[in-house]
């Protein structure tokens, strides 16, 4: 005699394997996108829905990331929240340029007002 949990056994199976099946053609499609490839992205799918983590280096990629995840046929709805952009730092001596580009503006009002 069944019990009630083994009726939707084979139904949690199928799912999972339709799940795994979707990550596998998200990464696939990030792997083989040149935007994309090589960036810090992990992929989780969870009934047709697909979860985007990890750090990539720009906004663009980011978007190009979503839009690859969302094409693979049979995801329902990506989730990017933990997708990170990577804060680029300022190359060396961005600050003293910063500061000198301010300092030649102050100087350039004070010379236009005299």
């Known amino acids: 005699m069944k019990t009630p949990l083994s009726n939707h056994a084979p139904q949690r199976l199928g799912a999972a394997v339709r799940d795994a099946w979707l990550t596998a053609g998200v990464k696939s499609s990030l792997a083989l996108a040149r935007e994309t490839r090589g960036q810090d992205i992990h992929v ?29 046929h049979g995801v329902i709805r990506v989730d990017s929240r933990d997708l990170a952009v990577r804060l680029m730092p300022e190359p060396p001596g961005a600050e003293e340029s910063a500061d000198y580009r301010a300092y030649e503006a102050q100087r350039r009002r004070t010379e236009d007002r005299h």
Do not use: H, I, M, P
């Open 44 to 72: 989780k799918t969870r009934a047709g829905e697909v979860f985007l983590s990890g750090l990539v280096d720009d906004y663009q990629r980011r978007n190009r990331a979503l839009q690859l995840a969302g094409a693979v």
